[in-house]
């Protein structure tokens, strides 16, 4: 059975950054894209960024040019890279398989403050 374990939110001040890091076991991180994704209180969940096997990369416009996913393969690992962070990233961040969602895991709270 596929897992996602999503990990390395956290509370940060407005510009700072964090990385998040989502270990997914199974071969659907082997065959898939993989995409992260964020839910706001009261907000549908969002897709944030997506990366192919290949490395190819596509953002959304709101965290285009600060943002950066990227993977390793090799451990079944998935990363987002989050650089001057603003209020409204605030959220919990998921990664999934994209655009095939498989079961969805806990998640990992970002709080970003003023």
């Known amino acids: 059975q596929v897992q996602l374990v999503e990990s390395g939110g956290g509370l940060v001040q407005a510009g700072g950054s964090l990385r998040l890091s989502c270990a997914a076991s199974g071969r659907v991180f082997r065959i898939n894209a993989m995409g992260w994704y964020r839910q706001a209180p009261g907000k549908q969940r969002e897709l944030v960024a997506t990366?192919?096997?290949?490395?190819?990369?596509n953002y959304a416009d709101s965290v285009k040019g600060r943002f950066t996913i990227s993977r390793d393969n090799a451990n079944n690992t998935v990363y987002l890279q989050m650089n001057s962070l603003k209020p409204e990233d605030t959220a919990v961040y998921y990664c999934n398989s994209y655009p095939n969602l498989i079961r969805w895991g806990q998640g990992t709270q970002v709080t970003v403050s003023t």
């Open positions: 990366i192919t096997n290949g490395g190819s990369t």
